[in-house]
C-alpha cells in the first residue's frame, strides 16, 4: 500500500482509528514512528497506553511528545512513516497548560509540509456530541473542532472511522 503524504484519520472514542491507522502505516512496509501524545495521568489512561503498545511490533519506533508534536515530526526520519495518535490528546494537553494551541497547529502543518515522508494523524470528531456543560468542555470542543477541520484541509486522505469500518472522506485508499 502506498500511504498519501498526509492522512487524517477521523473517529469516535474507541472506533478503532487508532487499529486502522496503524494497519495503514503497517501495509506501506515502512518503518513506523509512533508519536504518542497521551500522558499518564491515572490507571485507565495508563491500560489504554499499555493496551497500544503491545499491539505494535518491533518495526515501530515510539516517540513521546505529549506537547513537542512539531518538533517529534520535524525530527523523524525522511523514509519513516510518522503515526501520531492522538491530536485530541495533544490538543487538550496545549489547553491544559494555557498554550497557543493555535501557534501549535501552525507550526505541526509546517514541520508536516517540510517532511518527505509520509504522516498519519489520529484525531477524535467531537461534532457528533452534546454542547458540554463547562466553559472549557465548549472551547476544547471549538478548538478540537477547528483543528479537525485545519488538518482536514491540508490532508490527502481523510478517513472516518467507524466500528471499525473505514469510510473516505476525501482522497482514496491506494
Known amino acids: 500500500m502506498t500511504l498519501q503524504k498526509f492522512t487524517l484519520v477521523l473517529g469516535g472514542a474507541a472506533s478503532g482509528k487508532s487499529v486502522f491507522a496503524e494497519r495503514l ?18 490507571a485507565e ?3 489504554r497506553i499499555s493496551d497500544h503498545k503491545m499491539r505494535r511490533n518491533q518495526r515501530w519506533r515510539t516517540v513521546e511528545a505529549p506537547v513537542a508534536l512539531a518538533e517529534a515530526i520535524a525530527g523523524a526520519p525522511e523514509e519513516a512513516a510518522v503515526l501520531v495518535d492522538c491530536a485530541t490528546l495533544w490538543l ?3 489547553i491544559l497548560a494555557e498554550a497557543d494551541h493555535e501557534a501549535a497547529g501552525d507550526a505541526v502543518l509546517k514541520a508536516m509540509d517540510a517532511r518527505a515522508g ?5 484525531s477524535n470528531d467531537v461534532s457528533g ?5 463547562t466553559a472549557l468542555g465548549r472551547r476544547f470542543q471549538r478548538a478540537q473542532g477547528g483543528l479537525n477541520q485545519r488538518l482536514a484541509a491540508r490532508a490527502d486522505l481523510v478517513v472516518m472511522v467507524t466500528a471499525g469500518l473505514p469510510q473516505v472522506l476525501k ?3 491506494s
Open 25 to 42: 502505516v503497517e501495509a506501506s512496509e515502512k518503518q513506523g514512528v509512533y508519536v504518542a501524545t497521551a500522558q499518564f495521568i491515572d
Open 45 to 47: 489512561l495508563d491500560a
Open 92 to 94: 487538550t494537553n496545549l
Open 118 to 122: 509520509p504522516v498519519v494523524i489520529v
Open 129 to 133: 456530541g452534546i454542547v458540554p456543560e
Open 171 to 173: 482522497g482514496e485508499l
